[in-house]
């Protein structure tokens, strides 16, 4: 990663057989500089407990990649990117770092956020922040910023960079710098497709923003289908009701001719200049290990996160989440020297999916739901931890590598993952026929009762799905399980896994799930299905062997029953889901991407019979408010018990059911929110 002055015996011993073999001369590359923009005060200049105050360092690195060496032969297109003088591959990204001040009052474990399309998560998403927009999100420098501070008071050092070349740079945003391969300097052209769907994961927009440059503006040369359901047949749109507005972006004709809101809309067309998207992980790998013990670059500018590191974690959402399953199963938790990157990993929100990035033309802003981008590649074997052989392909792999540098793996979802993205998969085989062990070193944690983007201050809306949304924030779990994390890489072991199971019925087919018949409530009846996709440019997914994917079992209210039961769940005011569906101008009966739902009790036993709603009321099930409060703080007593809630977290949730606020749910008729215009 950086210049060194010996080699490991056991690595010296690799590389001459290596070089013995191949005659090929391997070399180390890595990060070669790193510059500073700004060393800036954070919250100014307040101290997080016993660590004191934190500085904001802003700046760029950057790296070079042999491509010739071991480590790096998994790089898509390394083999066509341009190369400088010493024969390596130059890149360059954007990167950010929270450190205190005093480095000698930092407890030594450094956290990498995988940015998520440019944006840093971990300061709202894990420390409850709340920021005033996005702009100000991505931009932690306020006290405000800190939210509960609870990862500063701890005193770890945080870390961001950019990955993706693609991702926004507004609202300062993060990125890499594009790498283009090209054929002996010509532009390397391929017909590919794009999926584009107007409203519903963005505003409505005139246009369609294309992922990769077009090599040709030829309408001749190009398709544009539409669709109104994932399974309906494509109807050709003819090539004189659209146009090119520019290599990157189409409108339908005539000009001002809006697309159908939440229709499918695909586009074939031939695209040229791809992206290295590969090197993101590298950079990243590279990135980390010089952090962790790099003294300097090659121009002797020091390491930022100084010399006391000794453990590094990384944390992803979502997008950031299939990034580091892609980062370990790719081999890219070993850095160039033979060193594991991280020593822990946790990911949240990622199902079983990898991200569409190291792939010729990848695209990896990409998520596959059941609805939208369903034929993308996202979801392929191997899905667990667990090693094991897979009757679908006749392939047997694990997604850890047992090779000797896996991380201690940690991966927790919402319910939403487990209709959208296939999450049963991670504990069961690949038909379902059993549970799995998983290895010593993983763990997987459903926590109950979530939506997909579940964070805190989340408001009950409908926007577009016919459901009120889930307000249900999983980031308490969140928390407990990172700490958990941190702590069993000093030896501590975590807690048990723990989500629902084929042999406990707690994991069901689901035409075999059972739901309330609540009035007035659109309820899901399929989940996203996953089968073999050979050629992501073919949209043809091959379902006669499909994967089983299975949801989570519910009571009698429909919650669910097993995993973590937060204690809004396991002691609710209404039912809380992971699915929901689209309303009106959408496709109705399809999944409202990933949204959940939320249902309240009726708060007396007249209201609950005049509405005719089956579940019991609030007035049934606790008394009055009093009850219910006494209730919540034994289920938040024994998760702190169980490690998988913190004191601190407890005592806000306990304080929030005690308040006036929750009281009103117990003597006001519950009412669904007012009906909100789709943009």
């Not at 971990?122 to 405000?144: G, K, Q």
């Not at 009120?468 to 969140?478: F, G, I, K, V």
């Not at 703080?633 to 005690?658: K, M, N, P, S």
Request: charged letters at 20%; aromatic letters at 8%; one cysteine or more.
């Amino acid at each position: 990663m950086y210049k060194v002055n010996f080699l490991s015996h056991r690595y010296l011993s690799k590389l001459l057989g290596l070089l013995a073999l191949s005659s090929v001369a391997i070399s180390y590359a890595g990060v070669t500089a790193v510059r500073i923009i700004a060393i800036e005060p954070f919250a100014e200049h307040a101290a997080f407990g016993n660590t004191g105050a934190y500085e904001r360092v802003r700046g760029t690195v950057s790296g070079e990649l042999d491509p010739q060496h071991p480590r790096n032969q998994a790089i898509v297109n390394l083999q066509y990117a341009p190369r400088n003088a010493n024969g390596r591959v130059e890149y360059e990204i954007d990167f950010f770092m929270l450190r205190p001040v005093n480095p000698t009052l930092g407890n030594g474990q450094l956290i990498y956020d995988v940015t998520n399309r440019g944006r840093k998560y971990i300061h709202w998403r894990l420390m409850d922040a709340l920021p005033a927009n996005a702009a100000l999100a991505n931009d932690p420098r306020t006290l405000a910023d800190a939210g509960n501070g609870v990862l500063l008071r701890r005193g770890f050092t945080l870390v961001w960079s950019g990955w993706d070349p693609d991702a926004p740079r507004g609202s300062n945003g993060m990125a890499m710098k594009r790498v283009i391969a090209t054929d002996q300097g010509a532009p390397i052209v391929r017909r590919i497709r794009d999926e584009l769907v107007n409203g519903t994961r963005g505003p409505q927009s005139d246009t369609f923003k294309l992922t990769h440059e077009a090599a040709d503006l030829n309408p001749a040369l190009a398709t544009l289908t539409v669709r109104r359901r994932e399974a309906d047949p494509r109807l050709t749109i003819p090539s004189q009701d659209w146009a090119y507005v520019n290599p990157q972006e189409i409108r339908l004709l005539p000009p001002g001719r809006r697309p159908e809101q939440g229709s499918i809309y695909e586009f074939h067309y031939p695209a040229k200049n791809p992206r290295v998207l590969g090197i993101g992980f590298a950079a990243t790998r590279d990135l980390i290990a010089f952090l962790r013990s790099g003294a300097a670059d090659i121009a002797g500018n020091p390491n930022p996160a100084g010399p006391k590191i000794h453990t590094t974690l990384g944390f992803g959402i979502s997008q950031s989440g299939r990034f580091l399953r892609d980062f370990v199963h790719q081999g890219f938790n070993q850095d160039e020297h033979a060193r594991k990157v991280f020593d822990g990993l946790l990911a949240h929100t990622a199902g079983v999916g990898g991200v569409f990035l190291n792939t010729a033309f990848g695209q990896p802003a990409r998520t596959n739901t059941q609805f939208e981008d369903h034929m993308m590649p996202e979801n392929a074997f191997p899905f667990s931890a667990t090693r094991m052989q897979d009757p679908v392909t006749g392939k047997t792999d694990g997604l850890l590598r047992n090779d000797g540098f896996d991380p201690l793996w940690m991966e927790s979802n919402t319910s939403t993952e487990y209709w959208q993205k296939g999450a049963s998969l991670l504990t069961t085989t690949p038909l379902a026929e059993r549970d799995v062990t998983l290895p010593a070193n993983a763990r997987v944690y459903f926590i109950a009762g979530t939506q997909h983007g579940g964070q805190a201050g989340l408001e009950s809306t409908r926007g577009q799905c016919t459901n009120p949304s889930n307000p249900h924030s999983p980031t308490p779990a969140l928390r407990a399980l990172l700490i958990a994390l941190s702590e069993w890489t000093a030896g501590v072991t975590p807690p048990a896994t723990r989500t629902p199971r084929l042999d406990e019925r707690s994991l069901v087919d689901v035409n075999a799930w059972r739901f309330p018949a609540i009035p007035g409530i659109a309820v899901a009846r399929k989940t996203n299905q996953i089968g073999v996709l050979q050629d992501w440019t073919i949209p043809q997914m091959d379902m006669r062997q499909p994967y089983a994917i299975r949801v989570p079992a519910t009571d009698a209210d429909g919650n669910e029953t097993t995993g973590i039961r937060l204690p809004e769940i396991a002691v609710p005011l209404g039912t809380y889901t992971g699915w929901n569906l689209y309303r009106a101008p959408f496709v109705e009966d399809e999944l409202c991407d990933r949204q959940g739902s939320y249902l309240p009790f009726a708060a007396q036993t007249d209201e609950r019979k005049s509405r005719g709603d089956p579940r019991p009321s609030l007035q049934e099930r606790y008394g009055n408010h009093q009850g219910y409060v006494e209730q919540f703080e034994r289920a938040a007593q024994a998760l702190v018990q169980e490690r998988l809630l913190l004191a601190e977290d407890a005592a806000v949730l306990i304080a929030r059911a005690r308040s006036a606020a929750v009281a009103k749910h117990f003597t006001t008729p519950s009412t669904p929110p007012k009906n909100e215009s789709i943009r």
